[in-house]
């Protein structure tokens, strides 16, 4: 009985312990953020639904690729700007950006309502932008970049972004 009680103890050790390790991360905190900090042009851009790829229609309606800045400061903060070929006004949003998961990332203000993006940065010069459809999904920046389309929050969006600094 002494000896059921001492290996049920160490068994209780041990599950606090790999429950530690588990809840541990060995990535610094805000690691992805770190990892997009500088200049990247949106390469690609697909809707997620009907519209399909909409990378044509993006490099038509601007001069050069939009590009995403993102400042890592406290507190981050993104920049999404352009030049538009049909009018002389430019493309300009920028707000606070945060870490939400170790592989999401959200633009928390510069829009109505947050976007959350999962991140998948492939290497040093090329990352993935995805969101989903929903209230917290990409319709706000799909319809700042075509402003003469109608966007709605059951779009979801998948961006290709590529470092140009």
Do not use: K
């Not at 068994?11 to 991360?25: R, V």
């Amino acid at each position: 009985m002494i000896a059921l009680q001492a290996r049920s103890g160490e068994l209780l050790i041990l599950l606090a312990l790999f429950g530690a390790i588990a809840g541990c991360t060995t990535a610094p905190e805000d690691a992805q953020l770190q990892a997009l900090d500088g200049t990247w042009e949106i390469t690609e851009l697909e809707a997620l639904g009907p519209r399909g790829d909409l990378t044509e229609a993006l490099r038509s309606q601007y001069t050069e690729p939009p590009t995403l800045t993102i400042e890592n400061g406290d507190p981050a903060r993104y920049i999404v700007a352009g030049t538009r070929t049909s009018e002389s006004d430019t493309l300009h949003i920028e707000g606070q950006v945060q870490e939400v998961r170790s592989n999401e990332i959200a633009f928390v203000s510069g829009f109505e309502t947050d976007i959350v993006w999962t991140l998948d940065v492939r290497t040093g010069t090329r990352a993935r932008l995805v969101s989903g459809p929903g209230v917290q999904g990409p319709a706000p920046l799909l319809r700042v970049l075509f402003p003469t389309l109608t966007w709605s929050d059951t779009d979801g969006a998948r961006l290709q972004i590529e470092r140009n600094d």
